[in-house]
Structure formats: structure tokens, C-alpha cells
């Protein structure tokens, strides 16, 4: 994680969240873990993880896409990691 977050004045979940989801994001700087997943990994609550991801979102450092199953349901969001 490059030392530019620490300029961004995240919060601990924030920063926890993002790191996450950079471990787990391949090349491409792309992952697509639930927010259960998640949650459970860095031991936060579901909503909490939620919020820290829509803060992340609004910081510019993910962008968020739907996938969609074969089917035409919905399946776990597309994160990427937005380089800083």
C-alpha cells in the first residue's frame, strides 16, 4: 500500500477495507469479494464495511461494478483498485 493513504486521512476502517481489497485484487488491480467476505476478514460488521467502501468510492481510490450472473441475476460487486 503506497504511503500517499496515510495523506488521504482515512480512518482505520477505511484503511483496513482498502488494504483488503488490494490483497486479494489481481493485476488488473480487480477483485470481487462480498461484503460478508470481507466483513468476516477484517472483522467489522457488514454495514461498517459497507460505508467504508462508499467513503473509498467517494475518495476516488475504488471504482465499484455490478456483475451479473449468466442468468441475468446479480452477483458480488467488481472492485478496482484505483492507483494513487
Keep these: 500500500m503506497p504511503e500517499k493513504i496515510y495523506k488521504l486521512q482515512l480512518t482505520s476502517t477505511e484503511i483496513n477495507v482498502y488494504q483488503y481489497l488490494c490483497s486479494r485484487a489481481n493485476k488488473q488491480g480487480e477483485c470481487f469479494p462480498s461484503q460478508t467476505t470481507i466483513a468476516k476478514a477484517v472483522k467489522m460488521h457488514r ?38
Excluded at 476516488?60 to 478496482?80: A, C, D, E, F, H
Design 47 to 84: 454495514s461498517t464495511v459497507n460505508q467504508a467502501i462508499k467513503k473509498l468510492q467517494d475518495k476516488n481510490l475504488l471504482l465499484i461494478m455490478q456483475r451479473k450472473r449468466v442468468n441475468g441475476g446479480t452477483s458480488s460487486n467488481l472492485y478496482r483498485i484505483e492507483v494513487i
